[in-house]
């Protein structure tokens, strides 16, 4: 029965979520800086296959997955604290759990004092993607595992948020490193991380710091004051 209730449902909102993915993603010329986008691999078909084994198992992602869509098309809101955006990585990377089983697994390690920081929505999207997309390229047989980490870290000139994600593939090419650690403005290939910087800059100003490495794969830091409030509470107000 459960089976049965979670599959009607799949069926309903299987081609609702491909056509909202598909509409959101067409779209994104015409937002700003702050555009919202559904992640690109939703892992629908996993899902799909997973209810006849694990109806239990199925339902909750679903959940999960409802979640994520959600948040991701509301458009009503660019800037979010932390603790919001990391709900969403937590279902996120679940999702990404079922569908690459042990070859894939991840840490987050979030400073309780970080979790009020305000950040652009979504902003470490491009940085997971680009690590479950790419990092592994090299060795497809390797398990791709992901680390993210929140800081604070209190300076003379303010409170800053320290943003890493790193992951244990191939690293960043050195053409790629040239373009995401110059000017946003200039960048062509790179758009993920390149939106990223834009974004930072809009609502964080010149305060904001970057630095794309490798060691021993893909590192990726972004640091930020705390100051963002400002335009969060505008937007609210508006």
């Known amino acids: 029965k459960m089976g049965f209730i979670v599959g009607f449902c799949f069926t309903i909102l299987y081609p609702l979520a491909v056509m909202l993915s598909r509409a959101f993603m067409s779209r994104a010329d015409i937002f700003d800086n702050a555009v919202i986008l559904v992640p690109r691999e939703l892992t629908l078909d996993n899902i799909r296959y997973l209810i006849p084994a694990d109806p239990q198992r199925a339902q909750q992602l679903i959940g999960r997955f409802i979640g994520i869509l959600r948040y991701s098309i509301n458009n009503t809101k ?3 604290p932390v603790k919001d955006d990391l709900k969403y990585l937590q279902d996120y990377l679940v999702i990404q759990s079922t569908r690459f089983g042990a070859n894939f697994s991840y840490e987050i390690d979030i400073d309780d004092a970080c979790m009020e920081f305000i950040i652009p929505k979504l902003l470490l999207q491009p940085l997971l993607e680009n690590s479950i997309k790419y990092a592994r390229l090299g060795d497809a047989s390797c398990p791709l595992e992901i680390q ?8 003379e000139e303010g409170d800053y948020l320290d943003l890493v994600v790193q992951d244990n593939g191939q690293g960043y090419s050195d053409a790629i490193l040239e373009e995401i650690n110059g000017d946003p403005a200039s960048g062509t290939f790179c758009v993920g991380i390149n939106n990223i910087k834009r974004r930072c800059g809009f609502l ?9 490495e490798n060691n021993e794969g893909a590192v990726s830091e972004l640091i930020l004051p705390r100051g963002g409030e400002k335009q969060h509470d505008e937007c609210l107000s508006g």
């Open 204 to 212: 964080y100003g010149d305060k904001a710091e970057y630095l794309f």
């Open 78 to 80: 660019h800037n979010v």
């Open 148 to 155: 993210i980490t929140a800081s604070y870290l209190k300076t």
